[in-house]
């Protein structure tokens, strides 16, 4: 064993030692699309005094941190969102109307000299106000004499002794103290039960208490901060609420709730299970392709991809990542995709042995590693890229996919450069290993590969025919659009969509009358998985909800909501914005890394393949009328990826073998690149479909549409990185006056003396 082999097989151990400790010590952090609660997303508006920016929003935020803190929700998070927006996590909250209430009050609090009696003309007259006090009759108030931001502290209890029922106790700070004894003692220099001996306190426009101050009270002298109390006909819930809404305070801005979504538990705890199961079946899939393909270095290459699983899930855990619902799909996507390293290394080794029989097995195996690393960086930062816009241009749960594929990413390149190949090298200095071919699954060529140079397809002698077909499947997909239409989720239009559990099964037009009669008529609902309501419509409150749900409720039993998302009309406007410039940057980006890497000619051939791509899925969703969300936008960023990483091993083979053979037609040059990468595309793709056919079959209906995106972008994806790309290449490559690539130097390899110079297209294959 060599010392790299050592040094790699130690670092593999302790890496994976560290990885199961971290898995069997703590537990994930579960996203509330998983483990059940209620997502609030606030806008700050600017008021007639305050402006909604950064400083103002954080004092917002720990305002509403006070509140919620006292409404007992278990570990509740809160964060700002840009500027001016806050996010309000709320685990288990399952009916988010009070916790709305309550956070999205303003709670102005202001305390009022009483001047007497009011009327009707009075109202919005002067400086002060005319509110009806707590029995209806009208008061003429004086201005504010101090606000709720002087309240130091307020508490509910209960005056068993006075029977004054549930109060509530202030204590104001020093200076508000005294504004507040002057208040009291101006008061009390009235006679008792004069109107103008009592203290108004009115919580947002409406009068809450308006006490007298007590007889014993004498003129001027006035109320101690620590003794006031605010009576009233309290119930224990409201005297509760109104002392955490004074003790918070007022909001400096003004909010709206501009998105909000509520997932029920048992939603979550099914999708995990069915992630779970989807990633076990795929996995075993993928380990016995692998393992049939490549036999004990595919079973190696097995072993690492389970390595990988458990290195995964480790860095998750310990970076405190929050898993969504689509993280969690990334994560069992991101186990197909991590065998693509172990192909290219595998696929480059059986070359590299083919040229040369009688090299040793180890030697191959270096030399696959070697010259499969400039693929195997390029396509995975291609898909870092996409990885990286999920992150910060997504928004909700697509950010969380976003971070998973970023860390699948580099897991499974640690898996198949240090871990795989620590296996292989010490497999491969074996004996047994190297003289028995049909064990090590690399000394004999793959029957793809021995059928391909038995054939000798020329792909690329009419160029042309294969962009008329990709033009016409771009024309289909086009007429889709256009006739059928895209079919925008509420995430892009803004609206609300609810899905409902019935414990009576209740079909779509019975479900469209009783809510029709109830006042909804404008809504619309479609089934959805199990034999579940979907209900859609535009702007609707959260009590406007509670009465939808009830009208359900009376045809179907007992009505329990499973799924809630409410976004504003502006939120929806800027998700759908933002996702025309996440598509739009995810090109760029691609058309501008590319441009560096390889020729100008590969890099607008690649980014011709994706465009392609892209509109044949948004075409396909469009014909088969499948919601276009931020989940479909994950998978699409994703399939993105993808198609970029099959340009990318396509192209770099093509720059090879042109810079060995420069008087070559590039053509032929592309048609034997194309042959010889084909066995990687089919073996990569495979891995990737068996995870998400799982995934469609078994992942239900929430991961449904997200499988079938990425299965649609795999195939199409394959077919567009051969048969669209290369042809544009090629077209391109007319008119292009750059010279051929220059061919890398490296030290002269014989494999024996005399031995002849091989044509350098020559895979080594013979019939």
């Not at 001047?115 to 509110?131: A, D, I, R, S, V």
């Not at 996507?333 to 595998?346: C, H, P, S």
């Not at 160029?463 to 007429?479: D, E, G, P």
Request: glycine residues 10%.
């Amino acid at each position: 064993m060599t010392r790299a082999t050592m040094v790699r097989a130690v670092l593999a151990a302790a890496v994976l030692l560290v990885s199961v400790l971290i898995t069997l010590t703590m537990s994930p952090r579960l996203g509330l699309d998983l483990q059940g609660g209620t997502r609030l997303v606030l806008q700050a508006k600017d008021s007639a005094t305050t402006k909604a920016d950064r400083e103002s929003t954080d004092r917002t935020l720990e305002v509403l941190r006070q509140r919620i803190d006292s409404l007992g929700v278990a570990e509740p998070t809160l964060t700002r969102s840009g500027e001016d927006r806050i996010i309000v996590e709320l685990p288990d909250v399952q009916d988010p109307r009070k916790a709305a209430e309550v956070i999205g009050r303003t709670a102005q609090l202001s305390f009022h000299a009483v001047q007497g009696p009011g009327t009707e003309q009075e109202k919005g007259k002067g400086t002060g106000l005319t509110l009806p006090d707590e029995e209806g009759r009208l008061l003429d108030l004086g201005p504010a004499r101090l606000t709720g931001a002087g309240v130091k502290d307020a508490g509910a209890s209960f005056d068993a002794q006075q029977g004054a029922g549930w109060t509530v106790a202030l204590d104001f700070h020093k200076g508000a103290g005294r504004d507040w004894t002057r208040l009291t003692g101006e008061a009390a220099c009235h006679p008792v039960q004069d109107d103008r001996r009592r203290v108004a306190i009115v919580l947002d426009d409406q009068v809450i208490s308006s006490p007298q101050v007590a007889p014993s009270v004498g003129c001027n002298v006035g109320l101690p901060s620590g003794s006031t109390q605010i009576t009233g006909s309290f119930g224990a819930d409201e005297a509760r609420d109104l002392a955490l809404l004074i003790k918070g305070g007022a909001l400096p801005v003004p909010i709206e709730i501009v998105e909000q979504r509520t997932v029920g538990p048992t939603l979550g705890a099914a999708a995990i299970d069915a992630s779970a199961r989807a990633a076990l079946i795929g996995a075993a899939a993928t380990a016995l392709f692998i393992t049939f393909v490549y036999r004990l270095f595919g079973a190696l290459a097995a072993v690492a991809l389970a390595a990988y699983a458990v290195i995964s899930y480790a860095a998750l855990v310990a970076l405190g990542v929050t898993l969504t619902l689509p993280g969690l799909a990334g994560f069992v996507l991101a186990i197909g995709m991590a065998v693509d390293a172990n192909v290219l290394v595998f696929e480059r080794a059986r070359e590299e042995y083919a040229e040369r029989p009688g090299r040793s097995l180890g030697s191959a195996m270096a030399a696959g590693f070697r010259n499969a690393w400039s693929a195997v960086a390029d396509s995975n930062v291609t898909t870092l890229i996409a990885a990286g816009l999920l992150f910060f241009l997504g928004s909700g749960p697509v950010k969380g996919f976003g971070v998973t594929l970023a860390i699948g990413v580099l897991a499974s390149m640690f898996s198949a450069l240090v871990i795989a190949r620590a296996l292989t090298e010490i497999a491969s200095r074996s004996r047994f290993v190297s003289d028995y071919r049909g064990v090590n699954g690399i000394a004999r060529p793959g029957r793809v590969r021995t059928w391909l140079a038995r054939r000798d397809p020329q792909l690329f002698r009419s160029s042309r025919r294969w962009l008329l077909i990709s033009t016409a499947l771009i024309a289909v997909a086009v007429l889709g659009i256009v006739v059928r239409g895209v079919n925008l989720g509420v995430e892009f239009t803004g609206g609300r969509l609810v899905e409902y559990s019935t414990s009576r099964p209740v079909d779509v037009e019975t479900a469209r009358t009783a809510l029709a009669d109830a006042g909804f008529g404008d809504a619309e609902v479609t089934t959805a998985g199990a034999g579940d309501l979907s209900v859609r419509t535009g702007d609707l409150s959260n009590d406007e909800e509670h009465t939808l749900r009830a009208a359900l409720a009376e045809e179907g039993g007992h009505t329990t909501k499973v799924r809630d998302e409410l976004i504003g009309p502006s939120l929806g406007d800027e998700l759908r914005r933002n996702a025309l410039i996440a598509l739009a940057i995810a090109v760029l980006v691609q058309l501008a890394y590319l441009a560096v890497r390889f020729r100008w000619t590969f890099a607008l051939a690649s980014v011709a393949a994706l465009v392609h791509d892209v509109i044949i899925l948004v075409g396909v969703f469009a014909w088969l009328g499948r919601t276009v969300d931020g989940i479909f936008l994950a998978a699409l960023l994703t399939v993105i990826g993808y198609s970029v990483n099959d340009s990318v091993v396509v192209f770099d083979r093509v720059r090879e073998l042109w810079a060995k053979a420069r008087r070559v037609p590039v053509a032929t040059v592309a048609n034997r690149a194309v042959l010889q990468t084909v066995p990687r595309t089919v073996n990569t793709g495979m891995g990737a479909l068996f995870i998400l056919a799982a995934l469609a079959v078994l992942g239900g209906d929430s991961l449904a549409d997200f499988a079938l995106a990425l299965l649609i972008g795999i195939c199409v994806g394959t077919y567009s990185s051969v048969l669209t790309a290369v042809p544009v290449a090629l077209v391109l490559e007319k008119s292009s006056k750059a010279p051929p690539p220059a061919r890398k130097r490296a030290p002269r390899r014989t494999s024996g003396a005399g031995a002849k110079r091989r044509d350098p297209l020559d895979n080594g294959a013979r019939v």
